[in-house]
T-cell receptor
Framework: EAGVTQFPSHSVIEKGQTVTLRCDPI?????LYWYRRVMGKEIKFLLH????????ESGMPNNRFLAERTGGTYSTLKVQPAELEDSGVYFC????????????FGQGTRLTVV | KNEVEQSPQNLTAQEGEFITINCSYS?????LHWLQQHPGGGIVSLFM???GKKKHGRLIATINIQEKHSSLHITASHPRDSAVYIC??????????FGEGTQLTVNP
């Protein structure tokens, strides 16, 4: 089966611009997670979708970040306007329905805000 | 202080050596994951544990729930094992909380 795919793999944008990251989970995986690794720090949770619903968005840093999962398939994470501290690697993961199911990760999107 | 602590942060070994990476966590968990990330690559799940021990090839993962501790062992290490190894736990919900990772370098 195809894995979790993310694009773009890299994005370099200027401060104040908008960027949209996309994640295509594994087919049939109701759970979709966004995580972020900022330089030198551990990976941190951003939010969790179950199908199209936001189950937990407690990790979203501020209202410049907007995540959607229309139709419960792929998800987008938009940063508008981007700030320098948003630079990092954004990972998406998906898992089958249920709480304690194995998570499969995408390759990540490396975002650089200059 | 992070809820998940890994040690060591960096580890350099010679090919063939036995390697141990440790992970300690501070609260009760429902599951613990060991993940691998190669340079420039995505994250690959190695193990998901809730008790005992699991083995896959040269990799062994153990967990002691009472002591809130897990170890990842690599036997007969090889340069291709060089990567960042990350411990992550489920604290109750389904999201993961991550350690900072251990950078492993295996020299030929």
């Amino acid at each position: 089966e195809a894995g979790v795919t993310q694009f773009p793999s890299h994005s370099v944008i200027e401060k104040g611009q908008t960027v949209t990251l996309r994640c295509d989970p594994i087919s049939g995986h109701d759970n979709l997670y966004w995580y972020r690794r900022v330089m030198g720090k551990e990976i941190k949770f951003l939010l969790h979708f179950v199908k199209e619903s936001k189950q937990d968005e407690s990790g979203m840093p501020n209202n410049r970040f907007l995540a959607e999962r229309t139709g419960g398939t792929y998800s987008t994470l938009k940063v508008q306007p981007a700030e320098l501290e948003d630079s990092g690697v954004y990972f998406c993961a998906s898992s089958r329905p249920g709480l304690n199911t194995e998570a499969f990760f995408g390759q990540g999107t490396r975002l650089t805000v200059v | 202080k992070n809820e998940v602590e890994q040690s060591p942060q960096n580890l350099t070994a010679q090919e063939g050596e036995f390697i141990t990476i440790n992970c300690s966590y501070s609260v009760g968990i429902s599951a613990l994951h060991w993940l691998q990330q190669h340079p420039g690559g995505g994250i690959v799940s190695l193990f998901m544990l809730s008790s005992g021990k699991k083995k896959h090839g040269r990799l062994i993962a153990t967990i002691n729930i009472q002591e809130k501790h897990s170890s990842l062992h690599i036997t007969a290490s090889h340069p291709r094992d060089s990567a960042v190894y990350i411990c992550a736990v489920r604290l109750g919900g389904s999201r993961l909380t991550f350690g900072e990772g251990t950078q492993l370098t295996v020299n030929p």
